[in-house]
Nanobody, 126 residues
Framework: QVQLVESGGGLVQAGGSLRLSCAASGRTFSRSVMGWFRQAPGKEREFVAGISWSGGMTSYADSVKGRFTISRDNAKNTVYLQMNSLKPEDTAVYCC???????????????????WGQGTQVTVSS
């Protein structure tokens, strides 16, 4: 099993940047597909970005494409989300998730993810 802990959230002005980290423990991390999701107040959780176990394939929600970049370092058991050109509508709790099945798909349903972190708050002021 993989345990996940997010960090890097905070308050930033519109147009600014943040880099989120998700530290994983557990021997299955390097073969896990990883995803970032977010949930804004009063809204359902939504997919943000995903990355294959090797890091060679990524996918993004249309709302963040061109502004966010997902990456991973399997040697450090960490996945990252670099967020640039932040907008107030990006305000949400961001959490990472792991799917132990290493098969890649650009949009994996939430229910297929096996482990979830607690999340980190990102607030973008206008």
């Amino acid at each position: 099993q993989v345990q996940l802990v997010e960090s890097g959230g905070g308050l930033v002005q519109a147009g600014g940047s943040l880099r989120l980290s998700c530290a994983a423990s557990g021997r299955t991390f390097s073969r896990s597909v990883m995803g970032w999701f977010r949930q804004a107040p009063g809204k359902e959780r939504e997919f943000v970005a995903g990355i294959s176990w090797s890091g060679g394939m990524t996918s993004y929600a249309d709302s963040v494409k061109g502004r966010f970049t997902i990456s991973r370092d399997n040697a450090k058991n960490t996945v990252y989300l670099q967020m640039n050109s932040l907008k107030p509508e990006d305000t949400a709790v961001y959490c990472c998730a792991a799917r132990y099945d290493s098969r890649w798909s650009p949009r994996i349903p939430e229910y297929e993810y096996d482990s979830w972190g607690q999340g980190t708050q990102v607030t973008v002021s206008s």
